[in-house]
């Protein structure tokens, strides 16, 4: 498979991309490219990382151009000596080959899902934002990453999988108080496109739980096409596929997704029955208030009839609501 990002480029930028990849996976301390601008050169290397996160190794460069030359001078920036990648690269493949391993039978669906839930459960998001948290071997190594390294994670673990995975970045908006770039992923299953967020999903499920009982796995941002996803993530800066297809999410495809109230209210008295949490969506129009209002009110009276409290949590964009008894 041809990599995304090296498709939407012309072809000087496709030869540039090539000269790069060589002289970064040959850790060489400089190499010639292409002579380009500055800034198509930054875009270039920013493109190439996302299509090869394997590259974890490589965070910039510097250049030196020559007045007549068609060529220019990268030096890269490296994270770490030579020796110390190589043992690091040993490592992530190891890791890899091991985590894939039972996943190879898998349908593809099947195999998006197994990446998915090894996030959630494997990694922990990192607030204090180490280095390597950006690249693969946080997630896959130290088990801690932020947005960045647990894309980079899922697209490394889907290409090894043979599941066509791209990352997808939206800017971000400080008039909303987004203060950083966010990174997730689009994945192709069945012919379709579809966002797929496991670092949302990630800190979702984390809210539910503590270090005892970890919370169950959330699946709110598992195959939303882009009408739900850009109910609460910013518009893409790279160009990335059209994800138009809605109806195959999650929720969805395993029957939590309800357009009646006495639905919710069932699936409630059976879940306060066997002292069970559920997660479900709503899709009986738009989650106002009132109608919020009115299913609280079902699944609190559901755990009323038992003597039982609902503790009830809300992600009020996918209109997905979590309770337990």
Same mark, same amino acid.
């Given at each position: 498979m041809e990599p995304y990002y090296y498709m939407q480029l012309d072809k000087q930028q496709q030869a540039a991309y090539r000269d790069m990849k060589a002289g970064l996976q040959a850790l060489a301390p400089s190499f010639l490219v292409t002579r380009l601008e500055n800034r198509v050169l930054g875009d270039i290397f920013f493109q190439l990382r996302l299509d090869c996160p394997e590259i974890f190794y490589a965070v910039g460069f510097q250049y030196r151009f020559y007045p007549d030359s068609t060529k220019v001078e990268l030096v890269p920036e490296y994270l770490f000596e030579k020796a110390k990648i190589r043992e690091h690269q040993k490592a992530m493949e190891?890791?890899?080959?091991?985590?894939?391993?039972?996943?190879?039978?898998?349908?593809?669906?099947?195999?998006?899902?197994?990446?998915?839930?090894?996030?959630? $459960? @494997? =990694?922990?998001?990192?607030?204090?934002?180490?280095?390597?948290?950006?690249?693969?071997?946080?997630? &896959? !190594? $130290? @088990? =801690?990453?932020?947005?960045?390294?647990?894309?980079?994670?899922?697209?490394?673990?889907?290409?090894? &999988? !043979?599941?066509?995975?791209?990352i997808a970045i939206c800017g971000n908006n400080p008039e909303k108080g987004i203060k950083y770039r966010h990174t997730w992923n689009i994945v192709r299953i069945g012919g379709q496109y579809y966002h797929l967020d496991a670092t949302f999903d990630n800190t979702l499920g984390k809210h539910?739980?503590?270090?005892?009982?970890?919370?169950?796995?959330?699946?709110?941002?598992?195959?939303?096409?882009?009408?739900?996803?850009?109910?609460?993530?910013?518009?893409?800066?790279?160009?990335?596929?059209?994800?138009?297809?809605?109806?195959?999410?999650?929720?969805?495809?395993?029957?939590?997704?309800?357009?009646?109230?006495e639905e919710v209210y069932k699936r409630a008295q059976q879940m306060a029955k066997k002292g069970r949490a559920m997660t479900f969506q709503w899709r009986g129009g738009y989650l106002t208030r009132e109608v919020l209002q009115e299913l609280l009110e079902l699944i609190r009276k559901a755990g009323e009839e038992r003597q039982k409290t609902a503790r009830i949590s809300l992600n009020w964009p996918q209109a997905v609501i979590h309770f337990s008894y």
């Open positions: 190891a890791r890899i080959a091991k985590l894939i391993r039972p996943a190879q039978a898998l349908t593809a669906w099947e195999k998006e899902l197994y990446i998915h839930d090894f996030i959630c $459960q @494997g =990694v922990r998001y990192d607030k204090l934002k180490k280095p390597y948290s950006h690249e693969i071997i946080g997630p &896959l !190594g $130290q @088990g =801690v990453g932020v947005c960045e390294g647990i894309a980079k994670s899922v697209k490394v673990l889907c290409d090894a &999988l !043979g599941v066509w995975c791209v539910q739980g503590n270090a005892e009982a970890p919370g169950e796995i959330r699946y709110d941002y598992f195959n939303l096409g882009d009408k739900a996803v850009f109910r609460d993530h910013e518009p893409l800066i790279a160009p990335a596929p059209g994800c138009p297809d809605n109806d195959h999410f999650y929720y969805k495809e395993k029957k939590l997704s309800f357009t009646k109230t």
